[in-house]
């Protein structure tokens, strides 16, 4: 884990004849464009030669469409560089993909020296019959950061996730079972590193029976590590000059020898060293028909709902008020946007995961409601305005570390976040800012507000499948085995209101209903804590409408979104008033004062008639270690029973995998940082309901897990 977390340095290229070279590898991204055979350019015919044909995509996809099966296909891939491979993979899924709504391509590939955007563009110029896809991934491809970043193309139904940093760091942390292999990577002679055994230690857990590979090097130490790992190992026809290339597909049967390695037969419980048994998590086998029922439906609610729509799932969400988001997800409007300090642990990589994820979800999503004129978003930019000793505590953590905690703009290119000055944080804003307590201005340029009600209904509208039944409290959930020999199959959860009676079934369920979240038999340890917050909103006038930017200060301050400037938030553990409070409203406005006294001024300052003023609390769901609550739930009498010896130091590796309730799962405790964490976790829930490759390293998956409260509470005897 040590080196996971590295600034990324990206690819330096140099140009012959219009071809990218790598000037650290000394190798080329790809073959000559120099000659083209019935149009199509030498570069593209090399790409459908070694890692299409050879793999046997199109007629492996042509299959897929017609067995009808719900579940996609998944390519990995060792080194992204241009694109290029993926660019002629997706443009034939889109030629032979089936037309099944449900069945998406996932596309994994790993980067240890990204090309910056302008390379990216330059390189793919040259190939304008991608273009189309090509200007999507330029659109999408992410800022230079390390770590997963997950890029959805709905339009194409491709999944892309790209792992920045080195193939030895990244691999690991994937939770995913290839169907096709393209080891790309620089030929073993120029990049000897990256074709270590560990690459094929990890190639054989992440395939499965059936899974193939291809490559265009025919090295020795190639085969051998394939065979190694399990695979049947072809040499074939090469492309262009080269007289050899190796392909083939992982041995179902046999388990052989070579060497002095034994070979054991693929299966999907082969795990990581680094996995603790606890953590690992069940693929969900129960799935019949493919109907969910999420309970609450706020943020995490409809995302979550929104995201397994798209997966072409029946979905049911039942929501106790009239309408969606009536709690937390309420407020008028919300900021989008991440905290940056000098510390690299799970809290911040998850946000800042879910941050650059958020942007490119929210850019998907229409600036109106549906059929409105309501704003749903705007990424007017957000300056995070804070005082001398954050940025002296930031300071302090770079001093101490490695470059893992260098900070900001080693880890954050400028795309990302920008220091700037006083003067030109007046200038962003409009407004004067308080020079003698604020010393640092950072600029998140693509943040900005939501209005969370507004997104909820967004979404709802945007799927067919989502189905509400509003006014419907969930009393208790009850798991039934399926009988067999049904020609439907039932489903095996019920959803029941107080009287017992049966609201809904469904495959799978999910709790995404906050601070309800462990009202039931199944979830009733989740430590849930409430945080009251209330926030505030003023009028406009005709000088605050200058206000550019979200001001991020001890509170927070929005441009007026339908004449009212939102000012947020109050944060009150242990406090249950719901009732708006003046004195609160005073508070959030004092706040704006210390940092933008001009501001604070031109909306009426200490004068404002306390009639302007209006409120609206809700509660927070928080979990103690500031993380949301996400995934599958563990079966706690398992839990308790089998890992009851961790308090007494026993090694891990002596105890059973985890065991959890089949097809049931929570999403909660996003405390306010709600619309930047949901739409993430949301696919992060989707995936493991669907059997994908989850868009979180594994060590954030863990993070995350609900069973961590089980197993600290072990830990200590409890
Ligand atoms: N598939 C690419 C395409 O379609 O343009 C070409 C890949 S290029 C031949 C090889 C890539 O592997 C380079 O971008 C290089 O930076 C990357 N690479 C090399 N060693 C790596 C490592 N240890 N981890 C991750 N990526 C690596």
Same mark, same amino acid.
């Given at each position: ?115 910056? *955007? ?139 020898? *070579? ?334 004062? *210390? ?103 594994? *060590? ?19």
């Amino acid at each position: 884990m040590s080196s996971y977390y590295q600034a990324i340095e990206p690819a330096k290229l140099e140009w012959k004849d219009g071809t990218p070279v790598s000037k650290i590898f000394g190798d080329v991204y790809f073959s000559s464009t120099q000659s083209v055979t019935e149009g199509i350019k030498e570069g593209i015919q090399e790409c459908r030669h070694v890692f299409l044909e050879k793999n046997n995509l199109e007629q492996r996809w042509q299959q897929l469409a017609k067995i009808n099966t719900a579940s996609g296909f998944t390519i990995i891939e060792t080194g992204f560089g241009t694109g290029l491979n993926f660019l002629c993979a997706a443009q034939l899924w889109q030629k032979t993909r089936p037309n099944n709504s449900s069945q998406w391509l996932e596309f994994v590939s790993t980067e240890k020296h990204p090309l910056t *955007h302008s390379d990216l563009g330059k390189s793919l110029q040259q190939f304008p019959e991608l273009n189309g896809p090509a200007e999507l991934l330029i659109k999408q491809y992410p800022p230079l950061t390390p770590g997963f970043h997950l890029i959805k193309l709905p339009s194409l139904k491709i999944k892309l996730l790209l792992l920045f940093g080195d193939i030895k760091d990244t691999l690991p942390q994937l939770t995913a079972k290839a169907d096709a292999w393209f080891l790309d990577g620089f030929s073993p002679a120029k990049n000897q590193s990256m074709w270590s055994t560990d690459l094929f230690k990890q190639i054989s857990r992440l395939s499965k029976p059936g899974t193939s590979f291809s490559t265009f090097t025919a090295a020795g130490v190639v085969k051998k590590g394939m065979r190694w790992a399990g695979f049947e190992v072809i040499k074939s026809d090469g492309f262009g000059r080269k007289r050899d290339m190796l392909c083939g597909t992982l041995n179902t049967t046999v388990e052989s020898k *070579h060497g002095q390695q034994t070979v054991e037969k693929k299966n999907p419980d082969q795990l990581n060293a680094a996995d603790t048994p606890w953590f690992i998590t069940p693929d969900n086998s129960a799935t019949k028909n493919r109907t969910a029922t999420i309970i609450g439906g706020g943020l995490a609610g409809t995302t979550t709902a929104y995201s397994l729509a798209q997966r072409g799932w029946q979905v049911t969400i039942l929501e106790r008020h009239a309408e969606l988001a009536e709690e937390a997800s309420g407020n008028p409007a919300g900021v989008l946007y991440t905290k940056i300090n000098g510390e690299r642990n799970p809290q911040t990589e998850f946000y800042t995961s879910s941050y650059l994820y958020a942007l490119s979800f929210i850019q998907q999503m229409p600036r109106h409601l549906p059929s409105s004129r309501q704003v749903v978003w705007d990424n007017c930019g957000v300056l995070q305005l804070s005082s001398q000793e954050k940025i002296n505590l930031a300071k302090t953590t770079k001093a101490k570390s490695d470059s893992a905690n260098r900070f900001p703009n080693e880890l954050w290119p400028e795309s990302v976040v920008q220091a700037v000055s006083h003067e030109q944080a007046e200038k962003l804003c409009g407004f004067g800012l308080n020079k003698s307590t604020l010393q640092n201005f950072l600029f998140f340029p693509n943040a900005g507000w939501v209005c969370p009600p507004l997104l909820c209904r967004t979404l709802v509208k945007l799927s067919d499948n989502i189905n509400i039944i509003s006014n419907q409290e969930v009393a208790s959930i009850e798991y039934r085995p399926v009988e067999s020999g049904l020609a439907q199959p039932a489903s095996h959860w019920l959803l029941k209101d107080s009287n017992k009676k049966t609201i809904c079934s469904s495959d799978i369920v999910i709790l995404a209903n906050s601070l309800g979240g462990n009202q039931f038999n199944q979830t009733n340890y989740l430590p849930l804590h409430s945080v009251r917050g209330q926030v505030s909103s003023v009028p406009e006038n005709e000088n605050s409408i200058a206000l550019k930017t979200v001001l991020c200060h001890e509170g927070y301050t929005l441009p007026a979104i339908n004449h009212r400037h939102c000012i947020g938030a109050t944060f009150q553990p242990r406090d249950k008033q719901p009732e708006v409070r003046m004195e609160d409203n005073l508070s959030n406005f004092e706040k704006l004062k *210390h940092a933008a006294p001009d501001l604070y001024q031109s909306l009426g300052g200490d004068k404002l008639d306390k009639k302007n003023f209006q409120g609206r609390t809700a509660f927070r769901c928080q979990s103690p270690d500031y993380l949301p609550v996400v995934g599958p739930v563990p079966d706690k009498d398992f839990f308790m029973a089998m890992y009851k010896g961790l308090n007494q130091g026993q090694t891990k590796t002596i105890y059973p995998r985890g065991r959890y309730h089949s097809g049931l799962y929570v999403n909660l405790a996003h405390g306010s940082r709600g619309l930047t964490s949901t739409p993430l976790a949301a696919e992060v829930i989707a995936s493991y309901a669907n059997n994908e490759t989850q868009a979180l390293p594994k *060590h954030i998956l863990d993070a995350l897990n609900p069973a961590r409260f089980l197993i600290r509470g072990l830990k200590k005897g409890r």
